[in-house]
């Protein structure tokens, strides 16, 4: 569903050049595979549960029945981002879609970083105070249990911070890299994503990460410790019916055609 830029495989990885690829839709591909155990699933749908992670996934985005089942996942006139997704049935509404980047590790070097700590469940508050602060993305109450947070504190006090957040076969995401507005220009982001990288090297997994298409700044820095530009992707946040669809009916019976979103 996305433009596939410049496919270099990293290493140890099977082709990028191969279509579909897992990073296609990843969420989909982590919510029915290593992290199954969090999916809320109806069919073809399936989602984190509301304080891990806001996203929901279809198995198939240009299937009108996946998005059937995620109506009747996740309510009447309910919104919910929807990723992998470029076209939206009849009957729902977009409210709001951004570009964005998928970007691989190809050249990334992984190192430890002794002064960064693990966080955990007791470093949510202080944790959504830097995101608030950074504006990084999502994290909700239970993100943190997505995978491993790595932080860093001066004086007490948490000033930079990276994890992991979908893991698809292979694959795991690093994500929430905020750097304190007072600390930046001192490499701790790029310290916390090696380390973070190690991690997922560690069990033979290969990192990757998404970004804002208009944060240039950012996609720089990535390109500099080496990531490389996957494709361009799109988030959606959608409005759904005021009535499910009712997945139920026949084969013969007529379904509203998929439309191409407008951003």
């Known amino acids: 569903m996305s433009t596939s830029v410049y496919p270099a495989p990293p290493s140890g990885a099977d082709s990028l050049l191969t279509e579909p690829h897992v990073l296609d839709n990843a969420a989909w591909a982590a919510l029915t595979g290593p992290q199954a155990h969090f999916a809320e699933r109806h069919g073809r749908a399936a989602r984190f549960p509301a304080d891990v992670s806001p996203f929901t996934a279809l198995e198939d985005p240009d299937d009108v029945l996946a998005w059937d089942d995620l109506a009747l996942l996740v309510g009447p006139d309910a919104v919910t981002p929807v990723t992998a997704a470029l076209t939206v049935p009849d009957g729902w ?13 190809t050249a990334l070097r ?6 960064a700590v ?5 470093d949510v508050p202080e944790i959504l105070e830097l995101i608030a602060l950074t504006k990084p993305g999502p994290f909700l109450p239970r993100t943190v249990e997505l995978g491993t947070y790595l932080g860093l504190r001066e004086g007490g006090r948490l000033i930079a911070l990276a994890g992991e957040r979908l893991r698809p076969p292979g694959w795991t995401e690093i994500s929430a890299v905020c750097t304190h507005p007072d600390h930046r220009g001192r490499g701790l982001a790029t310290r916390l994503v090696r380390a973070v990288a190690r991690g997922i090297r560690e069990r033979g997994e290969t990192p990757f990460l998404h970004a804002a298409a208009n944060n240039t700044n950012a996609i720089r820095l990535y390109e500099s410790i080496g990531f490389t530009l996957r494709r361009h992707t799109r988030f959606t946040l959608v409005r759904t019916p005021g009535r499910p669809s009712d997945p139920r009916l026949d084969d013969g019976q007529h379904r509203p055609e998929l439309r191409e979103e407008k951003a």
């Open 110 to 115: 992984d190192e430890p970083a002794p002064d």
């Open 93 to 105: 509404h977009i409210e709001q879609s951004g570009e964005g980047v998928q970007m691989v590790a």
């Open 118 to 122: 693990r966080l955990g469940p007791a």
